[in-house]
């Protein structure tokens, strides 16, 4: 599946705009402020049904318009679809698969697979664990169903558990059977997380090397590390364990919350000891090593967004990283450069099709 034509009205920047795409690559060039990323949204938009970067659907409606609209033909082998999503000031959001409106905005997210690189990934690398276990958990519950439930029992067990912890220390109280029925669920539910999280790291583990010595030429050695406090022991005797911490401080220390997931470069942390080059590489070895994972079970192409990714990343690099996308094993790509030659030169160098458009104030001219 490919998107043919992208239809834009009054969305944030742009009043109007109309775009004929090439299925291979499509390159968005023009000056800070103009309007690239936000077609890149646009894209994204038509996936997820909301905004990467403005999680208040209201605020992409272009600045005193009372509407947008954001419409896209996609190929889908020899069929077309029509995706369509509009939003009315102080409405509620219209999304519509082939003029049809959709019950759940959930029933259409995954039917048009896509990744989205942008310089804000750098978060999953500087920020706490709590963005890296999203990530984890994003990519596996695309594949197993039954993991958002499993996930979702534990948090609820995990709540419950810490309030009781909480009411105990106010009450100054302790009644052991209630306790145990939400110890009982926290394992069972955190046992099996942290199977799958085991597992998915295995698999990923891999593909994410693959890229990334693809991309760096073989230049560092780079490793992920499942760490979870199960690694130690098993969860029942764990939480038994740490009962009397957990009564102290009124919350549970020891379960799969807790999980992180190690970046490692040559041995040694990336966020400790990476050059902003290397974290770049790093971080777009994960988003491909997601999109070949989204493909292989999709079993459909993956669109991949690239928003500002020659920041940082060597010549060299990019030529590898244009290589990649630009071989055909994911699907249709765009890509974000202030600079107007030196994305289109790589591409030529290399011999990939592509289509330019040039991004002036919110107005789209094909090159
Ligand atoms: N709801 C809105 N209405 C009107 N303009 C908006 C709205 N939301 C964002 N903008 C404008 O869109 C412009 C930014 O567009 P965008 O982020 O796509 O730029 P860009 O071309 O990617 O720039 P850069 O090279 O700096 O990343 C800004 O000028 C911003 O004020
Ligand atoms: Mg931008």
Known sequence: MFLKQLSILNFK????????LSEKINCFLGNNGEGKTNL?????????????????????????????????????KDKEEVIYCGLKRNQKKQFKRNKKNYDKLADHIGRIPLVIITPLDILLIIDGSDIRRKFVDGIISQYDTSYLTNLLAYNKALN???????????????????????????????????????KFIDDFTPIFQKYYTEISKDQEEVALEYRSQLNEGDFESLLKENLDKDRGNHYSNIGIHKDDLLFKLGGLQLKKFGSQGQQKTYLLALKLAQAELIKNISEEDVIILLDDIYDKLDGKRMSQLMGIVGSGNFGQVFITDTNL??????????????????????SVKDV
């Open 13 to 20: 920047n742009y009043e109007e705009a109309q775009l004929e």
């Open 160 to 198: 419950h558990r810490n309030l009781l912890l909480k009411s105990f220390w106010i009450n100054r109280n302790f009644d052991k059977d209630s306790l145990d029925v939400w110890d009982d669920q926290l394992v069972q539910y955190g046992n099996l997380i942290y199977a799958s999280r085991k």
């Open 40 to 76: 890149l949204d646009a894209i994204y938009y038509l996936s997820f049904c909301k905004s990467y970067f403005n999680p208040i659907d209201s605020q992409n409606i272009k600045h005193e318009s009372p509407f947008f609209v954001v419409e896209g033909y996609y190929q889908n």
């Open 341 to 362: 030659e030196r994305i289109p030169s790589i591409l030529t160098e290399e011999k990939i099709n592509f289509k330019s458009f040039k991004i002036e104030e919110g």
